[in-house]
């Protein structure tokens, strides 16, 4: 990519592939003797962290898709069946689904950089336009891989973007049903989603080679701006630049790590835990976090059709960047007031993301509005404004000499940046206030679980008395469908053998058939099988329920988990954050009252609870005291019992959850020492250089 190759192999072997297949040497030439700018800051290494996780995406990707099975029916079981059944399967999801966060954080680092220091200038054109074209297609390809789970918010968020589109004048409908593949979204639309979103990544690997293509013809840009002028600019990319990326990575590696084992469900929608239902919409429709400030635009504009012309064209214009910023000065490390407002810009970027996640209501939509006007103010106002007026600092005449160079300016930029943030979060605080008020409301206490923090586990004997409530309690009603009787007897479980679990199942009576002669029967359970649901099907769970349907209680502690999402990540990072569920569901089993305050009308058939959402709940009080004997001496009180319920509900939501908490520890052992050995082997590489 970067021309001819003076590469010449000393093995036979070697050297007969490469007089008919020169590919070492176009390997050679671009990732070896490459001239790299000596003075790459980290935010470099970010193209690296893209490329990694490109890889790691399609190669988990591919092997969850042997798994998966895209049908409407089945997409949400077969997704749990993976994360439960296959071996390492909950590891394989989990990278994948975090995988696609870490992926938009690194993408989003490297266009931030790309655009303080003026990647997008003549005369890289062409390779800024290819990474607008990335970023479109994974905007593509992640919003069709969360379709698939087939959740409660994977469904309702493919029918309220698919349905933007019916805003396009004349064709809008014609195109909402060609994307559906009927007149809603159903089946259909899971398959091509499902064929699509294999489809994309390759196409993405494809636009990528372009990307480092156009990159090694046209050079890499570099902090200072400037081009190289002498071999002393320049480094060769191995081993330099690639011991400082190995380095980058290992560092991303740790932060990616935490997200896999010890929060993989944090950056998901938990009423993706709920299967699909077309009949009951969540009270607010979120896509991912990667896309809020998009939706934020769209929601800030009354008119539909506005409303989706501004978000993607607010993708749309970063494409024209290389004529809209005319300034000759590339890097805003230079440019006074164009590295002022790039963090304000910034601070507007962050601020839609937490509009995006928010209620479409009150003092938000001012907000959004404000904001969705200061952003699309840079793109067409303020920066060809600034290329005209500004007056840059003297840019250095080498790259040698930028590295000589003391930087300065670094005050001015932190007080603008304080300054940004200062308003920003008195804008967001203000929102926050107005929310908390219109919500109202007690917030369910938290409880200490044995299971809580990176090395948590199970208490047995807790998860036995659960089990216990379950079968004598919540068993008349729920289900655990999920859960089959020999999880009983595996690891990380509530510690029975096998003998246990296969006498624990004979006591079910499980539904099999049909026999030799054409009809079903009921046989004694075996250990392979399922707990079975009490109730034949969901119309007759709501005629025994008074029209209430009982949800399974596989994954109820994952789908009623709260109060996640940013600016909550920071506090939760090092926190408890995955109790919130369990912490609800305990409140909630505790939550009843007698009568009903003063003032609130109980609807009819419903019972008042005051954690419940709407405090009016079909459900009557399950659990009194002394309802359920324990052998073990612990107490007999609804406290107790929720206590218990709660943790065995946990334990049914991931069984592999103390497995994952224990490989956890081993990987970060391995990246941190791996972390420090690439750390003095940079260094030692780049005092040579120096």
């Given at each position: 990519?970067?021309?001819?190759?003076?590469?010449?192999?000393?093995?036979?072997?070697?050297?007969?592939?490469?007089?008919?297949?020169?590919?070492?040497?176009?390997?050679?030439?671009?990732?070896?003797?490459?001239?790299?700018?000596?003075?790459?800051?980290?935010?470099?290494?970010?193209?690296?962290?893209?490329?990694?996780?490109?890889?790691?995406?399609?190669?988990?990707?591919?092997?969850?898709?042997?798994?998966?099975?895209?049908?409407?029916?089945?997409?949400?079981?077969?997704?749990?069946?993976?994360?439960?059944?296959?071996?390492?399967?909950?590891?394989?999801?989990?990278?994948?689904?975090?995988?696609?966060?870490?992926?938009?954080?690194?993408?989003?680092?490297?266009?931030?950089?790309?655009?303080?220091?003026?990647?997008?200038?003549?005369?890289?054109?062409?390779?800024?336009?290819?990474?607008?074209?990335?970023?479109?297609?994974?905007?593509?390809?992640?919003?069709?891989?969360?379709?698939?789970?087939?959740?409660?918010?994977?469904?309702?968020?493919?029918?309220?973007?698919?349905?933007?589109?019916?805003?396009?004048?004349?064709?809008?409908?014609?195109?909402?049903?060609?994307?559906?593949?009927?007149?809603?979204?159903?089946?259909?639309?899971?398959?091509?989603?499902?064929?699509?979103?294999?489809?994309?990544?390759?196409?993405?690997?494809?636009?990528?080679?372009?990307?480092?293509?156009?990159?090694?013809?046209?050079?890499?840009?570099?902090?200072?701006?400037?081009?190289?002028?002498?071999?002393?600019?320049?480094?060769?990319?191995?081993?330099?630049?690639?011991?400082?990326?190995?380095?980058?990575?290992?560092?991303?590696?740790?932060?990616?790590?935490?997200?896999?084992?010890?929060?993989?469900?944090?950056?998901?929608?938990?009423?993706?835990?709920?299967?699909?239902?077309?009949?009951?919409?969540?009270?607010?429709?979120?896509?991912?976090?990667?896309?809020?400030?998009?939706?934020?635009?769209?929601?800030?504009?009354?008119?539909?059709?506005?409303?989706?012309?501004?978000?993607?064209?607010?993708?749309?214009?970063?494409?024209?960047?290389?004529?809209?910023?005319?300034?000759?000065?590339?890097?805003?490390?230079?440019?006074?007031?164009?590295?002022?407002?790039?963090?304000?810009?910034?601070?507007?970027?962050?601020?839609?993301?937490?509009?995006?996640?928010?209620?479409?209501?009150?003092?938000?939509?001012?907000?959004?509005?404000?904001?969705?006007?200061?952003?699309?103010?840079?793109?067409?106002?303020?920066?060809?404004?600034?290329?005209?007026?500004?007056?840059?600092?003297?840019?250095?005449?080498?790259?040698?000499?930028?590295?000589?160079?003391?930087?300065?300016?670094?005050?001015?930029?932190?007080?603008?940046?304080?300054?940004?943030?200062?308003?920003a979060g008195g804008l967001l605080l203000g929102g926050a206030e107005s929310a908390r008020a219109a919500e109202g409301g007690p917030k369910p206490p938290g409880e200490k679980w044995?299971?809580?923090?990176?090395?948590?586990?199970?208490?047995?004997?807790?998860?036995?008395?659960?089990?216990?409530?379950?079968?004598?309690?919540?068993?008349?009603?729920?289900?655990?469908?999920?859960?089959?009787?020999?999880?009983?007897?595996?690891?990380?479980?509530?510690?029975?053998?096998?003998?246990?679990?296969?006498?624990?199942?004979?006591?079910?009576?499980?539904?099999?058939?049909?026999?030799?002669?054409?009809?079903?029967?009921?046989?004694?359970?075996?250990?392979?099988?399922?707990?079975?649901?009490?109730?034949?099907?969901?119309?007759?769970?709501?005629?025994?329920?008074?029209?209430?349907?009982?949800?399974?209680?596989?994954?109820?502690?994952?789908?009623?988990?709260?109060?996640?999402?940013?600016?909550?990540?920071?506090?939760?990072?090092?926190?408890?954050?995955?109790?919130?569920?369990?912490?609800?569901?305990?409140?909630?089993?505790?939550?009843?009252?007698?009568?009903?305050?003063?003032?609130?009308?109980?609807?009819?058939?419903?019972?008042?609870?005051?954690?419940?959402?709407?405090?009016?709940?079909?459900?009557?009080?399950?659990?009194?005291?002394?309802?359920?004997?324990?052998?073990?001496?612990?107490?007999?009180?609804?406290?107790?019992?929720?206590?218990?319920?709660?943790?065995?509900?946990?334990?049914?939501?991931?069984?592999?959850?103390?497995?994952?908490?224990?490989?956890?520890?081993?990987?970060?052992?391995?990246?941190?020492?791996?972390?420090?050995?690439?750390?003095?082997?940079?260094?030692?590489?780049?005092?040579?250089?120096?």
């Open positions: 990519m970067s021309g001819p190759s003076d590469f010449q192999p000393t093995n036979p072997a070697l050297k007969w592939i490469e007089r008919r297949l020169p590919i070492m040497g176009l390997m050679h030439s671009s990732f070896v003797a490459y001239p790299t700018p000596r003075n790459l800051n980290y935010f470099w290494t970010f193209g690296a962290i893209l490329s990694m996780m490109l890889g790691v995406q399609i190669l988990t990707g591919v092997i969850l898709a042997m798994h998966y099975t895209p049908h409407a029916d089945l997409a949400f079981k077969s997704v749990e069946l993976i994360v439960r059944d296959v071996n390492y399967g909950w590891l394989l999801r989990n990278i994948h689904a975090c995988g696609a966060s870490m992926f938009f954080f690194a993408v989003y680092i490297h266009m931030f950089r790309g655009l303080y220091y003026g990647s997008y200038k003549e005369p890289r054109e062409v390779l800024w336009i290819l990474g607008v074209i990335i970023y479109l297609l994974m905007m593509a390809t992640g919003f069709m891989g969360y379709v698939l789970p087939w959740g409660q918010m994977s469904f309702w968020g493919a029918t309220v973007i698919t349905n933007l589109f019916s805003a396009v004048p004349y064709f809008g409908e014609s195109i909402v049903t060609l994307l559906w593949g009927g007149y809603s979204v159903g089946n259909p639309t899971l398959n091509r989603f499902f064929s699509l979103h294999f489809l994309l990544p390759f196409v993405i690997a494809g636009v990528v080679v372009l990307h480092v293509w156009a990159l090694h013809v046209a050079g890499q840009n570099n902090p200072a701006g400037v081009e190289p002028k002498t071999a002393k600019d320049t480094v060769p990319f191995t081993p330099y630049a690639t011991m400082k990326d190995a380095f980058g990575v290992s560092c991303f590696l740790l932060f990616f790590a935490w997200f896999i084992f010890y929060m993989p469900n944090y950056l998901g929608d938990p009423e993706n835990y709920i299967p699909a239902n077309p009949a009951v919409t969540p009270a607010h429709i979120v896509p991912e976090w990667y896309y809020l400030p998009f939706y934020a635009i769209l929601r800030s504009i009354p008119n539909k059709l506005a409303g989706v012309v501004a978000m993607f064209g607010a993708i749309v214009v970063l494409a024209f960047l290389p004529w809209l910023d005319s300034a000759k000065t590339r890097s805003s490390k230079y440019r006074p007031l164009a590295k002022q407002f790039f963090w304000m810009f910034v601070v507007v970027c962050i601020g839609l993301g937490y509009l995006g996640a928010q209620p479409p209501e009150g003092i938000y939509v001012i907000v959004g509005r404000i904001l969705t006007f200061l952003y699309f103010a840079y793109f067409l106002i303020l920066l060809p404004v600034l290329s005209r007026i500004e007056k840059p600092r003297p840019v250095p005449n080498s790259i040698a000499d930028d590295v000589l160079a003391k930087s300065g300016g670094k005050a001015a930029t932190m007080v603008s940046s304080v300054i940004a943030l200062m308003v044995s299971f809580a923090g990176p090395f948590g586990k199970f208490d047995r004997g807790a998860l036995q008395r659960g089990l216990k409530v379950y079968k004598e309690v919540c068993a008349s009603c729920h289900g655990l469908s999920f859960v089959a009787f020999r999880n009983l007897a595996e690891p990380g479980g509530p510690g029975y053998s096998v003998a246990q679990a296969a006498a624990f199942a004979s006591e079910y009576k499980v539904k099999d058939g049909p026999n030799d002669a054409g009809d079903m029967f009921e046989r004694p359970g075996r250990p392979a099988d399922y707990f079975p649901s009490p109730f034949p099907n969901e119309q007759a769970a709501r005629a025994a329920n008074g029209g209430a349907y009982p949800p399974d209680l596989s994954l109820i502690n994952k789908a009623r988990s709260y109060g996640r999402g940013f600016p909550m990540f920071l506090i939760d990072f090092f926190t408890q954050y995955q109790e919130q569920g369990p912490d609800y569901v305990a409140a909630l089993l505790q939550g009843y009252e007698d009568n009903a305050p003063a003032g609130f009308t109980l609807p009819e058939g419903s019972y008042y609870n005051k954690y419940f959402p709407g405090h009016a709940i079909k459900m009557p009080k399950p659990l009194s005291d002394g309802q359920v004997t324990y052998d073990d001496g612990s107490p007999a009180t609804v406290a107790q019992y929720a206590k218990d319920v709660t943790t065995f509900l946990m334990w049914t939501a991931e069984p592999h959850m103390e497995a994952r908490k224990a490989l956890g520890l081993q990987v970060f052992v391995f990246l941190i020492l791996l972390t420090i050995l690439l750390y003095f082997t940079k260094k030692k590489v780049w005092a040579n250089a120096h």
